[in-house]
């Protein structure tokens, strides 16, 4: 795809939907804080069935052209051999690098620098060998929960997926609002399906950075006026490849750094799309946990949605 606006006005771009200081100084949650207490409880009077959808792809411990760092699961202890312990039990252990192109992961605001800064313009040196000093995953300790709302792209489009040069601009993300009657609007958590992981599961698995549908730099002005709070999609967010030279993540750099908006990448949105059509019904109450880790740039995470 062609990009649709040149490197100096992207850059300009940036710094227009710049959110540094909107909420002070010293703030790390960014635009987490347009989720308050009433557009949780909002999204709570949403359930009705009760019914829940996981929008995680298992932890992948295959290599693959797109898992360059495959997750590692050693058993400690198995049942032939725990059988006839003095406490009869199995353990394992995993090993997770979260960043990559197939673990569902939340990225946290410290990911991403720019001009040597990450959002609110903390320094990047606060990231050391020790961890984030600032804008570290563990913040949200408390969890998102708010109202989630799917685009289902391909389904706009009457096709099974995106093909990998095709990129989503603004005029693509309002047709779906109108197709599936709901706007994304202030605090929302904004998923866009591509349709990544059912044409991963038809076609096999292929190398991402040569080649991924995402959301073109366009759409950064677009997510700053509707002011989402999260963004989440079943790739990497961006268009890859990148076709601008200011960054070869525009959407990860703009949304994370400049707009403080949380990512999440690789989510699996096939049953959320199903179940979507299905009721008609394309927002839902949205429920994620991170974990805990202290100093952390993402987290592997498991977001529900609630119908």
């Excluded at 795809?1 to 960014?30: C, H, V, Y």
């Excluded at 032939?80 to 252990?93: I, K, L, Q, T, V």
Aim: hydrophobic share 40%; aromatic share 6%.
């Amino acid at each position: 795809m062609k990009p649709t606006m040149s490197d100096s006005e992207l850059e300009a771009m940036l710094e227009k939907i710049s959110n540094w200081g909107r909420w002070g100084r010293d703030d790390q949650r960014g635009a987490l804080n347009y989720i308050d207490d009433f557009k949780r409880a909002a999204a709570a009077r949403t359930v009705e069935s009760g019914h829940t959808v996981s929008l995680s792809l298992p932890l992948d411990t295959v290599p693959a052209p797109d898992n360059f760092i495959p997750v590692v699961h050693l058993m400690r202890q198995t049942g032939h051999d725990g059988r006839n312990d003095a406490f009869p039990h199995s353990a394992d252990f995993f090993t997770i690098a979260p960043h990559g192109h197939v673990n569902t992961h939340l990225d946290a605001l410290c990911h991403i620098f720019w001009r040597g800064r990450m959002y609110n313009g903390f320094d990047a040196d606060e990231v050391t060998s020790h961890g984030a000093q600032r804008c570290a995953i563990d913040l949200l300790r408390g969890g998102i929960v708010g109202r989630g709302v799917l685009l289902d792209i391909p389904k706009v489009r009457g096709v099974q997926w995106l093909e990998n040069d095709d990129g989503i601009v603004p005029a693509d993300l309002e047709a779906a609002e109108k197709d599936h009657r709901v706007q994304a609007g202030e605090g929302d958590i904004l998923l866009v399906r591509t349709g990544r992981a059912r044409r991963r599961r038809v076609k096999g698995a292929w190398n991402v950075r040569e080649g991924c549908a995402g959301l073109e730099a366009s759409c950064l002005a677009w997510l700053h006026e509707r002011r989402i709070a999260v963004l989440g999609g079943d790739g990497h967010n961006d268009l890859a490849p990148s076709p601008y030279k200011v960054s070869m993540a525009p959407i990860h750099l703009g949304a994370i750094a400049l707009m403080g908006i949380h990512l999440i990448d690789n989510a699996d949105l096939e049953e959320l799309a199903e179940t979507c059509a299905r009721i008609g019904r394309y927002h839902f109450m949205f429920m994620m946990a991170p974990l805990v880790l202290e100093r952390g740039t993402a987290s592997p995470v498991n977001p529900l949605a609630i119908f």
